[in-house]
């Protein structure tokens, strides 16, 4: 506030709303300037300590620190220089700690010593983000008015802050408007330790359900042959029909099917629990789809393979890409051998 015997319109506004305590403006004389800041700083510190055990035994903070129009301007360095400190700060300030300053609207285009002092906060001792400073002019009649900064840590100061114009339009004659918000929506997600999960944390009902169920009855065998980069040697129809036939003929099977698609050709082939398919583009790539029953699926295809390639010419082709994966009912995503395995299920 202002000196003792001057009104304090900030002390009054809050007298009966909470609980106040009010720094004067030191008397000081020009000539004895220095030594009259000097004792002004030990008379502050002094309310301010008493300020800081009893917001200590409360173990609360400061809701706000508010500069009155009728302050000084040293009076505002003393309180920014004292509240810069460490201690001080820390006993007396929170985050949600509001910083206020109301100005009345003049003929003089200088910014106040009050918001620039806010200012001066924010960027010296409010480092850290979130940092909100809002500034709203409420006009009145015939040019009076005034204009009120705020400057927080608050994370929900936006949302507040615009209702609380809101508030002062509806339930007064004054016209407020927003000049200025510095510092933006802050959206607060808490943070959260992370934990070890069981397997006894998951609903495995439905997967013991499904694992029980699924009946693997075929093993599918996809590969891709392509023409080797060094093969000199032509591959023709007739060969790769032959390598075929060979192979399903040796497993007492037959061709039941070779078509022309193209440039290329396509064969199918079948014996007891199994079925191939190769689709040949005529030049130099092949692809071999083969179906056999679970129990002897793995060793049948790459005996396939392997015999296909030998009678194709392992010199000519050679095999890229394959994938293998289970075929059956009841949503099958496990091999035979799997569900087989005489082993306790760790996850159930």
Known sequence: CGKRETPCDGAAALEGVTDATVLWTCQYDDEDYVDDVEECEAEAMVVLQKLRQKLQAE???????????????????????ILSKVDMH???????????????????DRMPWQELLLAEMRLQMLVKEPTFLGQVTLAGAEDTGLRLSVLTK??????????????????????????????????????????????ADYDNVAALDQWGAQKPLEQQSLMQFDRLKNATKPLLESTVAEAFAAKIGA???????????????????????????????????????????????????????????????????????????PRGYEKVVNFLYDIEKEEELRWA
């Open 59 to 81: 173990e609360t903070k400061l809701d706000a620190v508010v500069l009155d129009a009728a302050a000084t301007s040293m009076m505002g360095k003393l309180l920014f220089k």
């Open 90 to 108: 820390v006993a007396l300030v929170g985050d949600e700690t509001l910083y206020v300053a109301a100005v009345p609207l003049g003929e003089d």
């Open 154 to 199: 608050d994370s929900s100061f936006v949302t507040g802050f615009n209702a609380t114009v809101a508030d002062i339009a509806h339930q007064t004659d004054l016209l407020p408007t927003i000049e200025k918000i510095k510092g933006g929506q802050y959206i607060h997600t808490p943070y959260e330790f992370s934990r070890i999960f069981k397997h």
């Open 251 to 325: 497993l007492e099977g037959e061709v039941v099917g070779q078509t022309k698609v193209g440039e290329g050709v396509v064969y199918v082939g079948q014996w007891a629990f199994a079925r191939a398919v190769l689709v040949w583009n005529g030049r130099d790539h092949m692809d071999l789809n083969i179906a056999v029953w679970a129990p002897k699926a793995e060793q049948v295809a790459q005996n396939f393979r392997e015999g296909f390639l030998k009678e194709i010419g392992e010199d000519v082709m050679g095999a890229t890409i394959m994938d293998v994966m």
